[in-house]
Nanobody, 127 residues
């Protein structure tokens, strides 16, 4: 099994930056892709970025493209989400999720692709 722990959330003013971390432990060899998704009260859950752990290929939701960057440190089994030019609408609890099955019928920005996820970290952006 894979365990995920997020960190790095906090409160920031609009226009500011934060870097989130997702540390994986356990059977990390079985992690094929990691995504960040967010959930805000009253809003739909949204996968904002994903990265293939082998090739490093990334994909972003339109809502964060050009502002967020997902990256990985393979040696440390950690995935990062660098968030810049933050907006109040980015306020949410951010979770990382891992795809631990080799194949999936779901797209990289679809929540159902990911089989396990962490407890989340809160990001609050004030105007």
């Amino acid at each position: 099994q894979v365990q995920l722990v997020e960190s790095g959330g906090g409160a920031v003013q609009a226009g500011g930056s934060l870097r989130l971390s997702c540390a994986a432990s356990g059977s990390t060899d079985n992690v094929y892709r990691v995504a960040w998704f967010r959930q805000a009260p009253g809003k739909e859950r949204e996968v904002v970025a994903a990265i293939a752990t082998g090739s490093g290929t990334t994909i972003y939701a339109d809502s964060v493209k050009g502002r967020f960057t997902i990256s990985r440190d393979k040696d440390k089994n950690t995935v990062f989400l660098q968030m810049s030019s933050l907006k109040p609408e980015d306020t949410a609890t951010y979770y990382c999720g891992a795809q631990v099955t080799r194949f999936s019928p779901f797209g990289s920005l679809e929540f159902k692709r990911y089989n396990t996820w962490g407890q989340g970290t809160q990001v609050t952006v004030s105007s």
